[in-house]
């Protein structure tokens, strides 16, 4: 089993920067791809960014492209997601999640974080 926490989460101002953590343990990531989701108010999840389990290959939703950075620390089991310029419409609950596996990772992810809140004020 892998567990995820996230951290990192606030509020910030429209144009400000955050970077979101997701701790794994359990068992090492290493080879497991994973992705970060959110969830706004009275809207379903979505994508955001998913990344290898090397690092090499990352992917982005158009809304976020440019201005999210993902990465990941393997020796620390760590991920991250750095939000730069952030907009009143990215707030909301950020989550990470893991899939075995040596692909991008769109959907279906097997374990996920408990969540923490991002808010972006105008």
């Known amino acids: 089993q892998v567990q995820l926490v996230e951290s990192g989460g606030g509020l910030v101002q429209a144009g400000g920067s955050l970077r979101l953590s997701c701790a794994a343990s359990?068992?090492?990531?290493?080879?497991?791809?994973m992705g970060w989701f959110r969830q706004a108010p009275g809207k379903e999840r979505e994508f955001v960014a998913a990344?290898?389990?090397?690092?090499?290959?990352?992917r982005y939703a158009d809304s976020v492209k440019g201005r999210f950075t993902i990465s990941r620390d393997n020796p620390k089991n760590t991920m991250y997601l750095q939000m730069n310029s952030l907009k009143p419409e990215d707030t909301a609950v950020y989550y990470c999640?893991?899939?075995?596996?040596?692909?991008?990772?769109?959907?279906?992810?097997?374990?996920w974080g408990q969540g923490t809140q991002v808010t972006v004020s105008s």
């Open positions: 999640a893991a899939k075995g596996g040596y692909s991008i990772v769109y959907e279906n992810y097997d374990y």
């Open positions: 990344i290898i389990w090397s690092g090499g290959t990352t």
């Open positions: 359990g068992r090492t990531v290493s080879n497991y791809a």
